[in-house]
């Protein structure tokens, strides 16, 4: 068992035993993490598996992790049970020297996404066709909201 205690009559000591984490599934844990830019584990030592990596068990995950961690190169959040990993810059230099990547590849939390189409694309094709994309009143101007009563009377009785 992996950090786990035993009590025997009042006393208790852990039993640790030491994670071998393969060649392989180190490089992948690394390559998602360095891809991403973050990664999410669950606190379960004994999964079967990780929920993005499912080739390689969720301990490995945490412990890749948690060495990456105690360095500085991911900072970390722990809410319900789960670990948010988050990579830094040094975390990001670190993982090009041992990946062996060039300096332009960066995570995707880094990089602008881009879009195929341009930006107004949809309210310019709305407002075209009549509408008002979406935006302002539109052609409902001044109804539902009391006509030309609305603001009169209000607050005083009428």
């Given amino acids: ?23 392989a599934n ?13 990664i999410v584990v669950k606190n379960d030592g004994r999964a079967s598996r990780h929920n993005e990596l499912e080739d390689i068990p969720n301990l490995h995950v945490m412990m890749v992790c948690k060495s ?52 107004l694309a949809g309210a310019d094709a709305a407002a075209a066709a009549g509408g008002d994309g979406g935006w302002g009143k539109g052609k409902g101007k001044g109804k539902g909201w009391g006509g030309d009563s609305y603001g009169k009377g209000y607050g005083k009785g009428e």
């Avoid at 068992?1 to 009559?9: D, E, K, N, P, W």
């Avoid at 180190?26 to 973050?38: M, P, S, T, Y």
């Avoid at 960066?106 to 602008?112: A, D, E, G, Y």
């Fill in 1 to 23: 068992r992996v950090g786990s205690s035993r009590t025997t009559q009042g006393t208790s000591h852990f039993v640790h035993t030491m994670v071998l984490i393969s060649k």
């Fill in 26 to 38: 180190r490089r992948a844990i690394l390559e998602h993490v360095f891809k991403e830019g973050v």
């Fill in 68 to 119: 990456l961690a105690s360095r500085a190169y991911l900072s970390e959040k722990f809410n319900w049970q789960w670990h948010y990993y988050f990579l830094t810059n040094e975390g990001i230099e670190y993982l090009r020297e041992v990946l062996h990547l060039p300096p332009q590849v960066f995570p995707q939390t880094l990089t602008k996404q881009r879009s195929t189409r341009p930006a």
